[in-house]
């Protein structure tokens, strides 16, 4: 995975030269991170919701106790397949 990631970047490396070159790709990147940094704070919330929704199951019906449980498992794949790859996380 890594090693496709990096092969990725020399191919846009490639694309860009110099200084500018260098600065339009760090832009790119930066733009492209800040984009992920809230999504994954919007997941967060959703699965804080869930959690407490599901602690507090009076008056829910089994019905939708296991759908808030099944997505809370879904949601919280897919912050992880999100996450994978990136240093923050």
């Known amino acids: 995975m890594k090693q496709q990631k990096r092969e990725k970047n020399k191919q846009m490396l490639d694309l860009f030269v110099g200084p500018l070159g260098k600065a339009q790709l760090d832009a790119i990147r930066f733009a492209t991170n800040l984009s992920l940094v809230d999504t994954k704070i919007e997941m967060i919330k959703k ?22 449980e099944r997505l809370l498992d879904e949601v919280s794949h897919c912050f992880i397949e999100l996450c994978e790859g990136s240093e923050e996380c």
Request: aromatic share 4%.
């Open 47 to 68: 699965m804080e919701s869930l959690n407490r929704m599901l602690d507090n199951k009076e008056g829910m019906s089994e019905f939708e106790i296991d759908l808030a």
